[in-house]
């Protein structure tokens, strides 16, 4: 079936260090999500990518998909304490219904 | 205007015992979810809706009923608790039909459940 698998698991920063979490799925894609979710608190939803080789910027969030639609990764620069938490990936394989999570990478920021 | 809405937010059971978590959300979405959170597991789908009167299966729902009666409300039922299913359980819903592509997805607060 359907797997996304997202690297690394965990990360700790110093505040101000940039942080890069990667997803790489074993079906094409026909959009990815990304989420945050504060300690203690639900996902929240942050952006969607759909076409192929797409890049989006919140602020200092950088978001890609990957030419294949098969990866992709949020690159976050100078790293902000408000920062902390899990992020996840969640991809829905072309033609299918189905949005699958990644198991998340959770960032901790030393001030 | 509330969003998606689950009670009760916390809960102890003992094994055996039987509950059922409400999931109520006012944004008029087609689709709703329940997963669970286990650490280091990411969310897992339990069962999932693409509307009203329509329950399916997702990758663990194993020990799980489901019933959607009315298009805002999601029931997740545990018939029989065991200490595995001590979890933190999240109901989701998004925008959807027929053509139209994955829409994000709105989650409530969370049910932390333990069972003894």
């Known amino acids: 079936g359907q797997q996304v698998m997202q690297i690394p698991q965990y990360q700790h920063v110093q505040e101000g260090e940039d942080f890069t979490t990667y997803c790489n799925s074993s079906?094409?894609?026909?959009?990815i999500q990304w989420y945050k979710q504060r300690p203690g608190g639900h996902p929240v939803f942050l952006i969607q990518?759909?076409?192929?080789?797409e890049v989006k910027k919140q602020k200092r969030l950088t978001f890609q998909f990957g030419e294949a639609k098969k990866n992709s990764s949020l690159h976050i620069t100078a790293t902000q304490t408000t920062d902390v938490g899990t992020y996840f990936c969640?991809?829905?394989?072309?033609?299918?219904?189905?949005?699958?999570f990644g198991a998340g990478t959770r960032l901790f920021v030393k001030a | 205007n509330a969003g998606v809405t689950q009670t009760p937010k916390f809960r102890v059971l003992k094994t055996g015992q039987s509950m059922t978590l409400l999931c109520a959300q006012d944004m008029n979405h087609e689709y709703m979810y329940w997963y669970r959170q286990d650490p280091g597991m990411g969310l897992r789908l339990i069962h999932y809706s693409v509307g009203e009167g329509t329950t399916a299966k997702g990758e663990v729902p194993d020990g799980y009923n489901v019933s959607r009666l009315k298009k805002q409300n999601f029931l997740l039922g545990l018939e029989s608790a065991a200490p595995s299913q001590t979890s933190v359980y999240f109901c989701a819903s998004s925008g959807g039909g027929v053509g139209v592509s994955n829409q994000p997805q709105h989650f409530g607060d969370g049910t932390r459940l333990s069972i003894l």
């Open positions: 969640a991809g829905t394989r072309t033609g299918g219904f189905k949005t699958i």
């Open positions: 990518l759909v076409k192929s080789g």
């Open positions: 079906t094409t894609l026909s959009n």
